[in-house]
């Protein structure tokens, strides 16, 4: 019976928008159906916005709600997408463990590359770290903005292999072997690197000549 009650009332304050989160208090004192009730309620609470939708998230986080926050992250994702704001749909994406989504984000920032010539968020591209394992167009767009920061830091020898790597390890998008191809050519007038700078043309040929 005390259960029942405290079930009841709680609902009650869910149903309410600023003493939810009082609500989410009593389902903690419902050992039987506290937490099934709260995963209900929490998948109702509309997310108007990111504060409050950070709130819900760190509520599920204490309680290990797994999917709840996977769904939640996912859900600021594909809003940080419709913004255009990539970065912040690349974290979102990264935090929910989605691969797919990670995927399509990566791919928006390898197009907006291609499209303005440099990287949005170079913060977050340069310390992905090992979340950059969690898909292969996260891992190319991880690789790909190193070998670009080690070109700028003129070491070329180490620009060519990792160019190489990108091209022979098949994780390079087709659409961006021309860019890579591109990308190589540099390298041609470096004279410690030109062995190398020739394997990646020849490499890049090769797997262009494969797509036809």
């Known amino acids: 019976m005390r259960e029942c009650l405290l079930l009841e009332y709680a609902s009650g304050l869910f149903a309410h928008p600023s003493l939810w989160q009082l609500g989410v208090d009593y389902f903690d004192y419902c050992p039987e159906l506290g937490r099934v009730s709260l995963e209900l309620h929490i998948e109702r609470i509309p997310l108007n916005t990111e504060q409050k939708a950070l709130k819900v998230l760190r509520i599920c986080e204490q309680r290990q709600m797994t999917e709840q926050v996977r769904s939640i992250c996912k859900i600021l994702a594909m809003k940080a997408v419709r913004n255009n704001r990539l970065g912040s749909a690349l974290s979102w994406s990264i935090r929910a463990k989605d691969a797919a989504f990670a995927t399509l984000v990566s791919d928006r920032f390898l197009r907006d590359y291609c499209e303005r ?67 190589a050519l540099p390298l041609l007038e470096q004279k410690q690197v030109k062995v190398a700078a020739v394997l990646v043309c020849f490499a890049c040929q090769s797997q262009l000549e494969l797509s036809v």
Not at 152 to 179: C, H, N, V, Y
Request: aromatic letters at 12%; proline letters at 3%; charged letters at 20%.
């Open 117 to 183: 010539g440099c990287f949005s968020d170079l913060d977050l591209i340069d310390n992905l770290g090992p979340a950059m394992m969690l898909s292969d167009r996260l891992t190319f767009l991880g690789k790909y903005r190193e070998f670009h920061r080690v070109y700028g830091e003129k070491r070329f020898a180490d620009a060519a292999s990792l160019l190489l790597s990108l091209m022979t390890s098949q994780i390079a998008p087709r659409s961006f072997w021309m860019t890579l191809l591109t990308d």
